[in-house]
């Protein structure tokens, strides 16, 4: 199930696959829902239908002939020749091409974005967040002393006036890349606590301990990476490396996080790497302005692990333009409806973590996000 059983948020889906890695990150990143399709469902579940095709040394052999169709119209998402998650994991990127397609048509957002709540003494504001990839969207969702509620995909409705929103996934699948325990205190505890993790893309040292690129601890002497066999001085892990671990291992946990009736969104952000333009903190006039000026002009600096290249200026509209499964102008005008007729709508903000001065240094640190 794409987001709590049983709830209006709902979507069933179906994946079929020949990859183990394929059926055991979905086990932890998603709700078993095979109890839902006991009973009469009231629309079509999504499917997703992936095959390793022809291996070569546990890789797939014909990377030339590798294949991704979406069919929005039947829901049905077909893969062949491919092992990357984003390309084989179903219920993750693919349906979130699916699910916009079926936003239009149904009156509701499903988005790139965090789920967080800010804790304000006795008050807790539940706030939405778009980032590109590696732009700080897992930490913000992680922020010591807030509570999470999703880092990668909602799905936001309208009810009663009100904008309340859901975590589609019950499972972190997050960058490894720069992890430690300084920056990254609750993520790097789980990481290091008895909890299942599934990792991609890392260096797997002779005593059995996982290593990644920025962990913050003293060099391995040998181990052996996706590259093969490893040696001192060499690249750890892969930029794109990645973990997948269910929810429940996290302290911060926001018990609503599986409310069938979703959160209620009080504030939306929107983010990029920006190096010298944005402020580090804007607050939109209305719902259109902040949709239009933050959330569709996020621009950001690619990272090698998003493009391959580093350094190149991007347009990424809510941080959703590769998924992007309709028009751009259709998706922009569905956006600034979805705005209307509501009773309070959510603030909508900018942050930019990345601003440098001349001398090409960060000016905010990583705890300064909780600002």
Known sequence: SLGPKNSDFQIPAIQITDSAYVMHSEELLYRNAFDVFLNPLNRRPFLFVHSMGELENGVSKNVDKRRIVIDVDDGIAYSINTQYAGNTVGLKKLALRLGISLGINGGFLMEHMLLVGINNGNRRSYFAGAYPSMCGKTSTAMMPGEALVGDDIAILRKVNGEVRAVNVDKGVFGVLDGINSVDDPIIWGVLHSQAE??????????????????????????????????????QMSNPNARFTVSLQNFPNLDPEYDNPAGVPVKGIVYGGRDYDTWVPVQESFNWAHGVIVYGASIESHSTAATLGRSDVREISPMAILDF????????????????????????IFAVNYFLKDDQNKYLTEKSDKRI
């Open 324 to 347: 992007l499964s309709v028009n751009i102008g259709d998706y922009l005008k569905h956006y600034i409806d979805f705005g209307t007729n509501l009773k309070d709508p959510p603030k």
């Open 197 to 234: 993790v599934i990792y991609s893309n890392a260096l797997l040292t002779p005593e059995g301990i996982v290593r990644w690129n920025g962990d913050g601890l003293k060099e391995p002497d040998a181990g052996i990476n996706f590259a093969g066999k490893w040696k001192p001085g060499m």
